[in-house]
C-alpha cells in the first residue's frame, strides 16, 4: 500500500533525507546524525523498523544485499513523499510566523 501523504515522523524525514544517496544502516545512521546537524541521534532499533515500513510503503527500495548488508535508496515516491513534507513543514513555519510579530508587539 502506497504512503498516504500524512505527515511523517521525524526518523521517517530524516532517514528519506539521508537515503538522498544509497547508504546502509551502519553508515545511514551517521548520515542522518550529520544531516540533522546532530541533532537526531537514531539507533538500530528505530532505524531498521522505520526502514521495514518505508519499504512496505514504496519509499525506499533496496539497491544492494551483499549477504552482508543491505544497501537501501529512496524511490520517486519516496523523492516524492519527501518534497511533500518539506513543504509541509514549510507551511508549518511560516503559519508560526505570528509568534514572531507577537514578539515585537511586545
Given amino acids: ?21 544509497p547508504n546502509h544502516g551502519y553508515q545511514l545512521m551517521n548520515s542522518i ?9 537514531m539507533g538500530p532499533g ?5 526502514l521495514s515500513r518505508m519499504e512496505k510503503d514504496g519509499l525506499i527500495s533496496l539497491s544492494k544485499d551483499d549477504g ?4 537501501y535508496k529512496i524511490t520517486s515516491d519516496g523523492k516524492d513523499a519527501l518534497h511533500n513534507e518539506y513543504n509541509r513543514l514549510l507551511a508549518l513555519v511560516q503559519d ?3 509568534l514572531k510579530e507577537g514578539d515585537e508587539n511586545e
Avoid: D, F, Q
Avoid at 546524525?33 to 541521534?41: F, W
Avoid at 528505530?46 to 522505520?50: C, K, S
Fill in 68 to 71: 552482508r548488508r543491505k544497501t
Fill in 46 to 50: 528505530t532505524l531498521y523498523g522505520v
Fill in 33 to 41: 546524525k550529520e544531516v540533522s546537524n546532530g541533532r537526531i541521534t
Fill in 1 to 21: 500500500m502506497p504512503y498516504n501523504g500524512g505527515p511523517m515522523t521525524e526518523a521517517m524525514y530524516y532517514v528519506l533525507l539521508a537515503l538522498m544517496h
Fill in 96 to 98: 508560526g510566523i505570528i
